[in-house]
């Protein structure tokens, strides 16, 4: 099994709906995230991904969370903009770019990690 990981960082503000505690009201972070995608073989070029095309999907994922309020952007203007749910939704939107980004091989995400600052992080995996 082979591995690639790509990381970022944005900027955005959030508000945990019904936690009461000192980080309740609006507040930011610098968010980053990272990516792992996963397949058993490699292509015709050696490569599990390109980390061109990789990183362009995640920074059309992230262009939808950079600099904003995560509340007001959908789905967090419903669902809790929880690192536990920002790690769930890159998972998801970024996941309808795998087949393109690698049409010879099977590949998945295999983990999406994201930290609300240096100590914290959560991971969704699929």
């Known amino acids: 099994m082979f591995e690639v990981n790509v990381e ?6 959030h508000a945990l709906r ?7 009201p609006i507040h930011g972070h610098n968010w980053k995230m990272r990516v792992t995608i996963e397949g058993p073989e490699l292509d015709s070029m ?3 991904v390109d980390f061109i095309g990789l990183k362009k999907s995640i920074a059309r994922v992230l262009g939808r ?3 904003t309020f995560l509340n007001e952007v959908p789905p967090f203007d419903v669902v809790n903009p929880s690192a536990e749910n920002v ?8 996941n309808t770019d795998l087949p393109a980004l690698q049409p ?7 983990r ?3 930290w609300e600052m240096d100590q914290c992080s959560a991971v ?3």
Do not use: Q, S
């Not at 019904?18 to 309740?24: A, D, F, Q, S, W």
């Not at 010879?104 to 295999?110: G, Q």
């Open 104 to 110: 010879e091989t099977a590949v998945r995400i295999a």
């Open 87 to 94: 790690a769930k939704f890159i998972h998801d939107d970024l």
């Open 8 to 13: 970022a960082i944005f900027p955005a503000a």
């Open 46 to 48: 050696g490569l599990l």
């Open 18 to 24: 019904n936690y009461y505690g000192k980080t309740e």
């Open 65 to 67: 969370l950079d600099h």
């Open 112 to 114: 999406v990690e994201v």
């Open 124 to 126: 969704y995996k699929p």
